[in-house]
T-cell receptor, first 111, second 115 residues
C-alpha cells in the first residue's frame, strides 16, 4: 500500500454515461498525476497538478475529460459521455522529491 | 520525441535463474530512469531509479539496473528469480527538471516464473 487511495476500484458503465473517479493522495505530496493504462500498454500521462493548479495536460485528455483538485488535496477525474475506447485502468500518482507513488487504480469498463 | 522501448513482451525464467529485462530509451540528454513493477490488478511500485552518478543502481527486492549511456539502455537484472517476482515490469523515463511524475513508460515486459 503506497498510501495513495483511489475510488472506486472498478466501474462498469454504459456508453454515453458520465463517470467520476477520486484520488486521495499522501497528505504531504503536493504533486498529483493522472495516468491511463490500456491493456498491453504502459501507463500514459494525462494531467498534472501542483497543489490546486493544473499545470500540464496531455493531448490524450480530450474535451470529455476534466480533472480537478480543489484545495490541493484529493483530485477527481470525470469522463463525460463515455465511449468504449475509454475502457482502461486510470491511475493516480503523487510525488515528492524524485519519486512518484501510484495508487491501485480504477478499472473502467464501458459497455 | 522521447520514447522507451522494452523489446521483450513476455519472458519466462525458471525459479533461481538469473534475469535481465531490457530497456532502451530515446532522449536528447540523459533522462531520469526508472523501473516499476505491477502485479495483476495493482498499481505500480518503484523498484529503482537513476538520476546521475554511479551507473549501477540497487533497488528493492534484490533488483539492480545499469545505465549505459553509449547504448541508451537501462537494463534490469536480478541474480536469482523468485516465484513472487512474476509480474509486469515497466521501464520509464522522466525529464530532468520536469515535474518528476510526468513519465514516459515502455509497454512493459511480463515475467513468468516456472518452478
Amino acid at each position: 500500500d503506497t498510501g495513495v487511495s483511489q475510488d472506486p476500484r472498478h466501474k462498469i458503465t454504459k456508453r454515453g454515461q458520465n463517470v467520476t473517479f477520486r484520488c486521495d493522495p499522501i497528505s504531504e505530496h503536493n504533486r498529483l498525476y493522472w495516468y491511463r493504462q490500456t491493456l498491453g500498454q504502459g501507463p500514459e500521462f494525462l494531467t498534472y497538478f501542483q497543489n490546486e493548479a493544473q499545470l500540464e495536460k496531455s493531448r490524450l485528455l480530450s474535451d470529455r475529460f476534466s480533472a480537478e483538485r480543489p484545495k490541493g488535496s484529493f483530485s477527481t477525474l470525470e469522463i463525460q459521455r463515455t465511449e468504449q475506447g475509454d475502457s482502461a485502468m486510470y491511475l493516480c500518482a503523487t510525488a515528492v522529491n524524485t519519486e512518484a507513488f501510484f495508487g491501485q487504480g480504477t478499472r473502467l469498463t464501458v459497455v | 520525441a522521447q520514447s522507451v522501448t522494452q523489446p521483450d513482451i513476455h519472458i519466462t525464467v525458471s525459479e533461481g535463474a538469473s534475469l535481465e529485462l531490457r530497456c532502451n530509451y530515446s532522449y536528447g540528454a540523459t533522462p531520469y530512469l526508472f523501473w516499476y513493477v505491477q502485479s495483476p490488478g495493482q498499481g505500480l511500485q518503484l523498484l529503482l531509479k537513476y538520476f546521475s552518478g554511479d551507473t549501477l543502481v540497487q533497488g528493492i527486492k534484490g533488483f539492480e539496473a545499469e545505465f549505459k549511456r553509449s547504448q541508451s539502455s537501462f537494463n534490469l537484472r536480478k541474480p536469482s528469480v523468485h516465484w513472487s517476482d512474476a509480474a509486469e515490469y515497466f521501464c520509464a523515463v522522466g525529464r530532468p527538471g520536469g515535474s518528476q511524475g510526468n513519465l514516459i513508460f515502455g509497454k512493459g515486459t511480463k515475467l513468468s516464473v516456472k518452478p
